[in-house]
C-alpha cells in the first residue's frame, strides 16, 4: 500500500468555523490531489498540486484552499466552513502524471467531515 | 465538463452469477481506468485501458474499452461476495492522469 495517511479521520464542526484537513505521504511523488465524494457524485476533484508551491484549481474548487510547503504534505483548507461541505474527503497521489494518461492515482483513507 | 455515466447505479445479485456495468460518455477519452472501493477506504485502482477496442483481463474481471474511446464495460464471471464494493470508472481527457473525471459509480453486493 502507497504511504498515504489523512488527519483527521472524522470531524465535527459548525458552520462558519475554519477546517484544515492534512495529507502526508511518504512515496516522494510529486503530484497531490484533493477530492470530495458526495452519493451519486462519484469523485470531485477540488485542488492539485503539480510540485511544492504549486498547485491548481479543479472542478469544485470554491470555498476551498490549499498548500503545499513540502514534498510530504498538502493542506485543504476550509476558511469558512458550510453544511454543503459536509463530505468524504480523498487525497490522492501519483508519480509523473503522464501525458500517456496511465499514470496511478493512490488514494488516502478519507476523512469524513460533518458540517453542522 | 465531460460527464461519465455509469449503470446500473446499484446491482444484487447471486453469488455465482455473471454481471456487467457499463460506463459512457459523449466525450472522448484519452484513456479509462477502473477503480473498486471498499466502505471506508478509499478506491484501488483495478486496470487502464489506452487504446480503443482494447481488451484487457484480470482473472474473472474482463474490460473493455470502446473502440472510439467513449465508453467502457467491466464484465465480472462467476461473481463471489469478495466482489462486492463500489466500482468507478475515470476517464484522463487531456491526455494526463492529473485531470480525471470519475463516474458516479456502481455498487455491487454479491449475495452469498
Known amino acids: 500500500d502507497a504511504g498515504i495517511t489523512q488527519s483527521p479521520r472524522h470531524k465535527v464542526t459548525e458552520t462558519g468555523t475554519p477546517v484544515t484537513l492534512r495529507c502526508h505521504q511518504t512515496?516522494?511523488?510529486?503530484?497531490m490531489y484533493w477530492y470530495r465524494q458526495d452519493p451519486g457524485h462519484g469523485l470531485r476533484l477540488i485542488h492539485y498540486?503539480?510540485?511544492?508551491?504549486?498547485?491548481d484549481k479543479g472542478e469544485v474548487s470554491d470555498g476551498y484552499s490549499v498548500s503545499r510547503s513540502k514534498t510530504e504534505d498538502f493542506l485543504l483548507t476550509l476558511e469558512s466552513a458550510t453544511s454543503s461541505q459536509t463530505s468524504v474527503y480523498f487525497c490522492?497521489?501519483?508519480?509523473?502524471?503522464?501525458?500517456?494518461?496511465?499514470?496511478?492515482?493512490?488514494f488516502g483513507p478519507g476523512t469524513r467531515l460533518t458540517v453542522l | 465538463t465531460q460527464l461519465l455515466e455509469q449503470s446500473p447505479q446499484f446491482l444484487s445479485i447471486q453469488e455465482g452469477e455473471n454481471l456487467t456495468v457499463y460506463c459512457n460518455s459523449s466525450?472522448?477519452?484519452?484513456?479509462l481506468q477502473w477503480y473498486r472501493q471498499e466502505p471506508g477506504e478509499g478506491p484501488v485502482l483495478l486496470v487502464t485501458?489506452?487504446?480503443?477496442?482494447e481488451v484487457k483481463k484480470l482473472k474473472r474481471l474482463t474490460f473493455q474499452f470502446g473502440d472510439a474511446r467513449k465508453d467502457s464495460s467491466l464484465h465480472i464471471t462467476a461473481a463471489q461476495p469478495g466482489d462486492t464494493g463500489l466500482y468507478l470508472c475515470?476517464?484522463?481527457?487531456?491526455?494526463?492522469?492529473?485531470?480525471?473525471?470519475f463516474g458516479s459509480g456502481t455498487q455491487l453486493t454479491v449475495l452469498p
Open positions: 490522492a497521489i501519483s508519480q509523473t502524471g503522464t501525458s500517456a494518461g496511465t499514470d496511478t492515482q493512490y
Open positions: 512515496e516522494n511523488h510529486r503530484y
Open positions: 498540486s503539480y510540485g511544492v508551491k504549486d498547485t
Open positions: 466525450s472522448v477519452f484519452s484513456s
Open positions: 485501458v489506452v487504446t480503443g477496442g
Open positions: 475515470a476517464g484522463s481527457d487531456s491526455g494526463s492522469a492529473r485531470q480525471l473525471t
